[in-house]
């Protein structure tokens, strides 16, 4: 593999490591690492010596907080939808419909584009302290990664009408009982466990892997749901809500809605 900037990835038995290192920033996705992602991924889908893929991010404290809100404060319309559609193509949907495994080991926060990053995963894992959520409201947008989708798909609608409506995390426990992650363990087990799982899963057929992904990902699949969110949230950003939200949040006070 390559250097990377915002990225540290390392490859032992058959199996990615990747790690978002921007840990000074709690791992924020900004444009630089998703294009960072997005050349490792495809990458990854050309190296027959990789077999599976775990996710994490650097530090103690966050799997991902989050995007990266500086970028995209003074963004109109179509500079909003562009960015949910580029991002949702070539990162998102790109892991969601990946031939090879992945999983997400959350080892904290994993809030708004970091909880989409893991639930684009195929199985998800986090450490008890990892707090999970979709904010993207109390900045006057919506989920634009895939949120409204995946969320609704793991948890059922009541629980994600919730979630976003709300703005409020979840601690890892609740979202294991939601369905949200698959298991929780203590932080210095998370790796390990990542890394068990993994190669449990890598020690079947490869093929049958690769079709059992394709199939379970064809239940239940509407492209125009995640077309209408991109949609949406494009629109979020010709209000003035969104101007003050985003003001407020890089301000660090609460915002003021109209």
């Known amino acids: 593999m390559k250097n990377y900037i915002n990225l540290l990835t390392d490859i032992q038995n058959n199996i990615l490591y990747l790690t978002i290192n921007r840990e000074e920033k709690l791992n924020a996705l900004n444009k630089d690492t998703l294009a960072e992602i997005h050349d490792c991924l495809i990458a990854v889908l050309n190296n027959d010596l990789i077999k599976g893929i775990i996710i994490t991010g650097k530090g103690e404290k966050a799997f991902v907080a989050g995007a990266d809100i500086k970028e995209f404060s003074d963004f109109n319309e179509e500079q909003g939808k562009n ?6 193509t070539k990162v998102f949907d790109l892991i969601a419909n990946c031939k090879k495994p992945v999983i997400a080991a959350i080892n904290g926060f994993a809030l708004g584009g970091g909880l989409e990053l893991a639930m684009a995963c195929h199985i998800r894992i ?18 634009g990664y895939g ?6 798909e793991l948890v059922g609608k009541g629980k994600a009408f919730e979630m976003i409506l709300t703005a409020d995390m979840v601690s890892a ?20 466990q990542a890394t068990a799982m993994m190669e449990k899963i890598l020690s079947r057929s490869p093929e049958a892997i690769a079709a059992a992904l394709k199939a379970i990902n064809a239940f239940n699949h509407s492209q125009s749901g995640y077309d209408a969110e991109i949609q949406a949230f494009g629109n979020c950003f010709s209000s003035q809500n969104f101007k003050e939200g985003v003001t407020a949040f890089l301000e660090k006070r609460k915002p003021k809605f109209y």
């Open 83 to 88: 960015l949910a559609k580029e991002g949702q």
């Open 126 to 143: 986090a450490s008890q302290n990892a707090k999970l959520g979709l904010p993207e409201v109390s900045l006057g947008l919506i989920p």
């Open 147 to 152: 949120g409204t989708q995946r969320l609704t």
């Open 173 to 192: 426990e609740e979202a294991a009982k939601i369905g949200l992650i698959n298991h929780t363990v203590v932080s210095t087990d998370l790796l390990p």
